[in-house]
């Protein structure tokens, strides 16, 4: 049965398979998230825009993370918006940048953020494009 399932909707990975990108189970990612700011005056909220405002480069959003102890939780949906728009490497970018982040964390934060790291990059290869390469296209030599 799980032969003519595959045979049918196309084996695990194949490109142009009718899966959703990204998975659905993480498809509800906020517009919008807040970081507390230190000031002078008091602690301000900063709006982070994670909708189709998103920068695409994330060195100045890892940055205000980092100095402002962003929550693991934080670093997570900031990852997630970006694979949710397609930028897989701007999304191990980020959590890479987490990780060293975390690098002194609970066990269960850099747990998470590995787990993370490694859904991207299946995610990564599952998209990747597929090539068939057979002997009869290879030419082989013997002196």
């Not at 997630?80 to 959590?95: C, G, N, P, R, S």
């Not at 590995?114 to 990059?121: A, D, F, P, Q, T």
Request: glycine fraction near 6%; charged fraction near 25%; proline fraction near 6%.
């Amino acid at each position: 049965m799980a032969t003519a399932h595959a045979r049918t909707h196309g084996a695990n990975g194949l490109n142009g398979s009718s899966e959703a990108f990204p998975p659905p189970r993480f498809s509800k990612v906020p517009p919008l998230v807040n970081v507390a700011v230190a000031e002078a005056d008091g602690p301000i909220d900063v709006e982070i825009a994670l909708d189709d405002e998103i920068q695409d480069d994330p060195t100045e959003l890892c940055t205000l993370l980092e100095n402002e102890h962003g929550l693991k939780s934080t670093w997570m949906t900031v990852a997630i918006a970006y694979a949710k728009h397609k930028k897989l490497d701007v999304a191990i970018e980020v959590l890479t940048k987490s990780n060293t982040v975390f690098t002194r964390g609970r066990a269960e934060d850099r747990l998470s953020i590995l787990n993370g790291l490694c859904w991207l990059y299946l995610l990564k290869c599952r998209e990747a494009p597929r090539m068939t390469i057979g002997m009869r296209d290879r030419t082989i030599r013997v002196k």
